[in-house]
């Protein structure tokens, strides 16, 4: 009997939550009679979604150890150290290596899987800030600093890590000389409110958010990576020739890039081409991607990324960018575009809005794609990096 445990230390919501409930899912089903299960939470929300399976212990951060934490990482004192001494000054290390587990899933991207002194699996999403310093977001305010740390640690302490794709894993390799037997690919999939959707709740969905009959679909923080200048701009040229054009767009108001994206929606004469949705309930997710024309999704960041695999399940068309992993994600489900190139974009938009059968074929293309990789093989392969790192 193994014993497996799972760090659940995503808040929440927001697309950490979601890989994290993906990781979740799939570790419920290993069959009970090979694994012993702990889970490791620190939102209560968290016991529920275990479904009273396995031991749970909650992870509770006092003054003390952040008080700890900080000033250890500050002075720049070794992890080695750290990892050495840990279990007698911080309860929550002590929990996790009392549990004595084979090994411990680390999903979230956090300090555990370095800093607690216990075997870890740990899972590393992107290296953007390396392959796209320019942006803000993964480089400015100690961001870039804080990656670099984090990523290395990681690499160093853990006994496996995660990917995304073969792209992911190059990138790891080359980034901090990580062996590549370290190095497992786990691709992603679509997260669970989009395979369990409830067909019902649809029904008033069009007029609760006064959609319009035909939209290109993009749900995304407007951080300036995410490209929605490009899109935008895409549009305002398309709507010269297509004034019937419509975008929803989802995504919080209140942080990032959204003012600048605001203000050129306005002053390309867009208003009411433009439905700014603002944050929707994952319950409304799945109506939203069933009732677009297409996905559009022209960002700048990689390897993968999990909107496209959405799309596929539920039946909708997509055009991504063409960078990292995304070709080898999508194969021939979906069209490319450079993100750079407005005028690329844009004729993948006229495209797509005005061929039926480009958009039946990628759609069934779509659908056959999510049918191969999907939770049923997303839980075998992590059933196999499991054994593999078990023994």
Known sequence: MKKIGVLLTARPGGGSYQYTQSILDAVLGLPRNQYSLVFAYLDPLWLAATGGVGRAIHLRTTLWSRFLNRVWHEAGLPIAAWRRTAAHLDGRMRALAAEKCDLWICPDQDSYAFRANVRTVATVHDLMHRYEPSFAEVSDGGEYAAREFHFRETC???????VDSSVGRQQLVDAYGVSPDKVFVLP?????????????????????????????????????????VALIGALARMSIAHPDVRLVLVGSLQRNNYARVRELIDTNGLADRVVVLGYVPQADMAGLYRGARALVMPTFFGPTNIPQLEAFALGCPVATSRIYGIPEQVGDAALLFDPASVGEIHDCLVRLW???????DLAAKGRARSRVWGPPQFRDRLREIIDALTG
């Open 156 to 162: 160093r302490w853990s006994q496996g890590v995660l």
């Open 188 to 228: 992603y999939i679509a997260p669970r409110y989009i395979y369990n959707h409830d067909l019902a709740a649809e029904g008033d969905l069009k007029k609760r958010h006064s959609l319009p009959d035909k939209y290109f679909f993009y749900p995304a923080q407007f951080y300036a990576h995410k490209n929605h």
């Open 354 to 360: 005005t061929d039926d059968a480009l958009c039946a």
